[in-house]
């Protein structure tokens, strides 16, 4: 169900070097005081694939202590994701770019795709069920040229920036125009011969907005440079792009892995080395986020208890905290015991410089109250890794114990007779041509299930054109373009399939055409959606068209919000990858009672003392 199904081909086939060639590093980042970023490791044209395909963690429901710690920094609508409809409130936690790719936005250059589920044949009656996330594939394309060396910038959009008190200074693009004037205008008249005393005391003078303030150079000797290359690329130190030399001695290869079927039961997606790797060579860094466990909790509309992000996260069972890794690959690598390849450790060194030390002495409560991430591991082989083979590592015995108990208390959910569930993946693959919304009356599609279409409302072109049909059909039994209703089982009532019978005519008459552009299928622009009617095309394997009603969903952004006032909205010649199944708020696998909740365990040596609830320093007990 993924309009850019060719995505993981298409990066994949980029990344088939041979000899091996980095195509990915993190290293610290050109902006100022930003921590690490991601870079190019070669070049890439417009409309490439920069990253490896990526999972997506749905946060469904979370509890306001959730979205109010540090999560929120680097949690995405769920709507970039796809995993919108998942439930009422959905925000989404992605790695990699997600989450390790800087936003800056006059030199925004990477665009999210939305993810697709896929259950990687572990099956809805399987222990694995509801036990890993089956949003696979989340993935970036480049919107420029980009160089290798070059930063990667994605678009968090302005209001990340005016929300967040400590980035009231960085500036947006109209502040860096504004600054290229000004510094036009200083230079002409010798201002840059002047001493930084001077240079402070004119920003002092005549700058008062703090975004304009921090595109203007810090120095009079930057302000020459800053004339000659512009004030974007003098915020950046000139350090964009990076040379590859300095990538590779000053930051680490993050592509070293590849995403493919494990070959573990139960597993779902592994991590397979792209190269040979010799015993405790470092495979891949792995940031790691803060959380308090108790944060990890869902309400009372889920079945589970606990988030299914917390299996993600490392953890000990007297600690409080877990610790969520969030680099490119690092959630594919799973558990092989005593049998596993690598094993996890603090760095003996971090080129990046992202790893603070000083941490692992500190109590749980002193890290959960930093406003940054800050800790870092390194995942070493343990032994000689050959190229193609899987990358694992040990979870722990607590967690290996948890698991053999879930596997031995398990069941299929009770009532889930053969053909009652069937997921909205495995419709998307099978169901080519889309059932009417008269022929579901006869014979619907599974209950766990609804339509939704990828379509953006444009309000100077389609309200006119709706402006007539609207005026006739403001009658009680009329259902609004509320997407809640449009998600319900049994929504489409007999009245209301009679009356729209009748009325097939003028509407057809008045509903627009589907608009094809770029970006269209992105999952912002997914929306609830009916079957009205199809038709084939004349145009060989142009597939059908059909004729849908659209509805607004509950977290519709404005611009592209269809009226309240338009009581019914209808599309014409919607063509099939432009409509897809997903499953029905609180009816996927995620929601399972009983599905599988554990985080993985540090081992014993590894995990500070400190960090056990309780633990009282020799000091303190003095």
Known sequence: NNPYADVVSAYVAS?????????????????????????AGIDRPAGSIVSPPEIAHQILDGTEDFYNSLSHLYDWDGAVSGGTFEAEKVVTIMPGMGMVANSFLPLKNSMPYPARVDSAGSGRTGPGAGAFSVWHDQTYKTEVDLVAGAELFVDYGESYFTEQRGLAGVPFLEDFKWADRMISDLVRAGVALVGDTAWWAIKDAFVENIRRLGALPTSAADLVRAGQVGSVENYLGGNNPRSLDWLATNGYCVDNLQVRRSDLPDAGRGAFARKAFAMDDVL?????????????????????????????????????????????????????????????QWPESDPTNFHQEGWLAKSVEDILSQKHAGLMLHVVATREIFEGEEVTINYGKTWEDAWEKHLQEWSPPAGDEPGEYVSASDLNVSESRLKTVFEQAANNYPENVATVCYYRYDRGEEEEATKLWNSRQRTEETLEVDGNRALRPGFDSAVYLARLNRTLPTILQHAPAWRNFERVLSGVNARPCKVIMRHSTEDEGAGDRYLVRMYNRWNQQDFSSIPTNQVEHYVAEVPRHAIHFVDRPYTSDQHLKGAFRHEMNFPDDMFPVQWRDGYKSCELLS
Do not use: K, W
Not at 16 to 38: H, K, N, R, V
Not at 296 to 304: A, I, K
Not at 311 to 323: E, H, I, K, P
């Open 15 to 39: 990344v088939a070097e041979d000899p091996f060639q980095c195509t990915l590093y993190l290293a610290e980042s050109t902006i100022p005081s930003a921590g690490i970023g991601l870079f």
């Open 284 to 344: 891949l860094p792995l940031p790691l986020l803060q959380l308090r466990r108790r944060d990890l909790v869902t309400d009372e509309n889920s079945g589970t208890t606990n988030q299914l992000l917390l299996n993600y996260c490392f953890g000990d069972a007297d600690s409080s905290m877990v610790l969520f890794p969030y680099s490119s690959t690092s959630n594919f690598i799973n558990h092989s015991g005593e049998h596993s390849n690598a094993r996890l």
